[in-house]
């Protein structure tokens, strides 16, 4: 990603790559995120690099690609906050203050791209120190409470590069949390900090901190993966999840299992998670019923029957709940069988519209999966014969 930007940056202004991305280089990772700061004249910057996809004036910020690599960039600001938990109000600042405003030192760092600053490595303080030492540390004591978001932050960070906490940090923390900081943040804005969560390498271990710091029961009582046999189960239910799976949605339901099913699509509503998520991970959350269900089954027709239109995730999650072997069945095999014939057959041999169409192909579907048809023409003998019995 170096190559196309670096070879479009000329001029006065220096241009610095920070944040995470310096981090992730001086820990011999791979960035996850390409975010410039331009100490300078921002239009300038962009009008070198191209056409943005995306701007947006609140922060002075653009994102644009160059050969398919995307980079977000943004003019060296300071920013204030009205009341805790507030949006921040920005205004132009030199790179040192930009530095300074960030969430936490190992991320107040600046690699400087051309200008003056080309070859230069800026830090707040403690800031190589503390990615050095693997370390998470707050800049100030305000942190928390200007922007409560950091808390999960807190825990993102802790659980993805396995860092420690930095003891004033854990204090801070745990005193905003107990403060109820995160009351003053809106839903939107903690549902995106989940979601960013739920999504990463090891979800688990994160919620596992939010439970450690209290996060989790701050957002909503009994929500979260709190102790080792809770985490074992979404580690277990992770590894029957097949590939076409969601792993996120799948470590929210589980976090939502001591939850009402009500009361969680609502959580997931104010987070401002879209409709369909939001009931693939509710009915997900319900996996007990599922797991009595399979445990049950003796046949093939009868994993298909209990499980009707459930998702992987829910699957899944029966599966790591004591189902292991008829889930795994019908997430590998059972799930991919498919019929030879499809309703216009039953309609052309004289079966009329209606419910009986249905009947007869879930009847042959039944059959094809306990092995009792062979080829097309067995199942639609099958079929029809349902479709009569059903009238």
Known sequence: AAAPLLAR?????????????????????????????IDGD???????????????????????????????????????????????????AGIAEDLL?????????????????????????????????????????????????????????????????EERTLELAQAAVAARALDTVSGPRLGAELRLLAGQGDPVRGFLVLSELGIDAALAPRFGIAGEERAALARRALA??????????LV???????????????????????????????????????????????????????????????????????????ARRWLDELRHVRLEIDGDDLLAAGVAPGPAVGAGLAAARAAKLDGRTGGREAELAVALQAARDRG
């Open 42 to 92: 921002l239009e300038a910057v962009a009008a070198l690099l191209g056409t943005p996809a995306k701007v947006h004036d609140r922060f002075e910020t653009r994102t644009l690609t160059l050969d398919g690599f995307s980079y977000d960039l943004a003019r060296a600001r300071r920013e204030t906050y009205a009341h805790p938990g507030a949006l921040p109000t920005v205004s132009p």
């Open 101 to 165: 405003r960030r969430d936490f030192t190992a991320n107040a760092l600046a690699l400087g791209l051309s200008g003056t600053a080309r070859g230069r490595l800026l830090q707040a303080p403690h800031g190589r120190e503390d990615v050095a030492a693997r370390r998470l540390r707050v800049l100030h004591d305000e942190s928390f409470l200007d922007d409560p978001t950091r808390l999960l932050r807190l825990a993102r960070y802790a659980a993805r590069l396995s860092f420690t906490i």
């Open 240 to 249: 029957l999840l097949p590939d076409d799976g969601e792993p996120a949605d």
């Open 252 to 326: 929210l339901a589980v976090a939502g299992l001591d939850v009402a099913p009500k009361e969680l699509k609502g959580l997931l509503a104010r987070f401002a998670f879209p409709a369909a998520r939001r009931d693939r991970i509710t009915a997900a959350a319900r996996a007990v019923r599922l797991a009595h269900q399979l445990a049950a089954a003796t046949e093939p027709s009868q994993i298909a029957a209990a499980i009707g239109a459930g998702s992987p995730e829910l699957v899944a999650l029966a599966g790591a709940m004591g189902a292991e072997a008829p």
């Open 9 to 37: 940056l000329a001029g006065p202004d220096d241009v610095y790559l920070v944040g995470g991305a310096v981090r992730d280089l001086l820990l011999g990772m791979d960035p996850l995120d390409l975010d410039l700061v």
